[in-house]
C-alpha cells in the first residue's frame, strides 16, 4: 500500500480497523509532551537581573520618547493613506555637536477620515441646521403654534379629502 511504502505519515485512507488508538497510549504521550515542556521552562531558575535601559546614545530617556500605538501604526497608515487625509510635520532642531543627535525634535500628525468628510460631515450638518431651524419654531408664541396647527389641517383636508 502507499501508507508502507512511504511510512506512517503519508496521508492515505485506511480501513477502520486499522485506524484505532489506544486511548492510554495518547493520554501518555500528551502527559510526556506536557512534562517536557514544563521541564524545558522551568528548568532553570535564575533570578531577574535588572540593567539600566539602552538609551540610544541619549542620556535622558523620558516616557515621551517610547514607542507608542503611532509608533506601530505607522506601517498601517503607509499601506491605508490613500483612505485617510494624513500630514505628518516633523521640525528638528539641529545642534552644533552632531547631527545625529539633534536638540529638539517636534512630531506632530493630522489625520482626516475621508469618508467622514463626505458622507457623515454633510448628513452631520444637513441635521444641526434642520434642528436649529425647528428650534426657531419652538421659541415662538402660542399664538404661531395655533395658526401652524390650522394651517396642518387645512392642507391635510385638502390633501386626503
Not at 41 to 56: E, K, N, Y
Not at 127 to 149: A, D, N, P, T
Request: contains cysteine; charged residues 15%; hydrophobic residues 45%.
Amino acid at each position: 500500500t502507499t501508507a508502507g511504502a512511504f511510512g506512517w505519515l503519508w496521508l492515505t485512507p485506511v480501513s477502520h480497523e486499522r485506524a484505532s488508538y489506544s486511548g492510554v497510549i495518547v493520554f501518555g504521550v500528551i502527559l510526556l509532551v506536557v512534562a517536557v515542556t514544563y521541564l524545558l521552562l522551568h528548568a532553570r531558575r535564575t533570578s531577574i537581573h535588572r540593567t539600566p535601559l539602552w538609551d540610544c546614545g541619549f542620556e535622558k530617556v523620558t516616557s515621551r520618547m517610547q514607542y507608542n500605538a503611532t509608533s506601530f501604526s505607522m506601517p498601517i497608515r503607509r499601506i491605508f493613506g490613500f483612505f485617510f487625509n494624513v500630514k505628518e510635520q516633523v521640525r528638528i532642531k539641529q545642534t552644533q555637536r552632531h547631527p545625529a543627535f539633534p536638540e529638539r525634535l517636534h512630531y506632530h500628525l493630522r489625520i482626516r477620515d475621508r469618508f467622514w468628510n463626505w458622507i457623515y460631515q454633510p448628513i452631520s450638518d444637513l441635521s444641526f441646521w434642520v434642528s436649529r431651524k425647528v428650534g426657531r419654531l419652538q421659541q415662538g408664541r402660542i399664538q404661531v403654534y395655533l395658526v401652524y396647527s390650522f394651517i396642518t389641517i387645512i392642507v391635510l383636508l385638502l390633501f386626503f379629502r
